[in-house]
């Protein structure tokens, strides 16, 4: 959770925008054609923060690079991706239209298969914090480990390489999400502009979070049963602002609990239970 005022102001104006827009009759296009000019503007201003202000201390360097550049810069590379798509979509409406989703939905796999081997994408995604100051600190990059050009042409002083990537994490999940909601259309199509509170958190442990996860899969209640367990997880994940890591390998050392499985289940009941009997 982003803990700087000026940058804490800045993400809510994002918000702000975001809710507006979603609450207003737009398209999508025009939509995303909005939020790419202000992110781009953003993008402009909190570069200058930096330049000018600098930062307190380097945990505040580490919070800007990993958490809010990435954020603003991730969600202009996503906003552009659902711009690109929507204005080259050839009809709107029938198998073609859905063949030309699950195209994209395609090609964005692709591109995201390269990056599971990556040291650094597995860090991220289970939410490790043991190497942020080699990833997010400045000038901590050694040539050796980086295996992309674009670093050499970036600004030494406004990048570490890392929260380019981050940054491309989170326009895919955000991608990802709006390609399911295309393909299906139960799922709605402004998630990515829901008006989501920057505070809201999951304060139970992330076992708890992936238990609750599959009973809800399980049990065919969201769609149908029809929505997968990774879209699900992905939701959950993007909701929460957490990173639950490998959800099956969990899921499966659950199964192997001595005693009682389900734990999180169990303690929804009974708390649930002891509130109905206060009201009696």
Request: aromatic fraction near 12%; charge should be negative.
């Amino acid at each position: 959770m982003v803990r700087s005022a000026i940058f804490k102001e800045i993400l809510s104006e994002i918000d702000t925008r975001e809710q507006e827009l979603s609450l207003g009759d737009t398209s999508l296009i025009q939509q995303s054609g909005i939020m790419i000019a202000l992110l781009q503007g953003v993008l402009v201003r909190i570069k200058e923060q930096v330049r000018t202000a600098g930062f307190a201390d380097a945990m505040q360097e580490i919070e800007f690079f990993k958490e809010v550049k990435p954020l603003v810069l991730g969600k202009l590379i996503y906003y552009n991706n659902v711009y690109r798509i929507e204005t080259t979509c050839p009809v709107r409406g029938g198998k073609l239209y859905r063949k030309y989703f699950e195209g994209q939905l395609k090609l964005l796999k692709q591109n995201n298969a390269s990056q599971l081997d990556m040291d650094f994408y597995r860090y991220y995604r289970s939410g490790r914090t043991d190497k942020d100051a080699d990833y997010f600190l400045r000038e901590q990059v050694h040539y050796t480990t980086v295996l992309d050009s674009f670093y050499f042409e970036m600004d030494s002083q406004y990048s570490t390489y890392y929260d380019h990537l981050v940054a491309r994490f989170i326009a895919q999940d955000h991608t990802y999400i709006y390609l399911l909601s295309r393909i299906d259309p139960e799922t709605p199509v402004n998630f990515g502009l829901l008006d989501i509170p920057e505070d809201l958190q999951w304060t139970g442990t992330k076992n708890a979070l992936i238990e609750l996860i599959y009973a809800l899969y399980i049990s065919g209640v969201l769609s149908h049963g029809k929505i997968g367990i990774r879209k699900l997880s992905l939701i959950f994940q993007s909701l929460f602002k957490i990173s639950l890591g490998d959800i099956h390998h969990a899921f499966h050392r659950m199964k192997d609990r001595s005693g009682k499985r389900t734990l999180f289940i169990d303690q929804l009941r009974d708390s649930l239970e002891d509130y109905m009997d206060k009201d009696l």
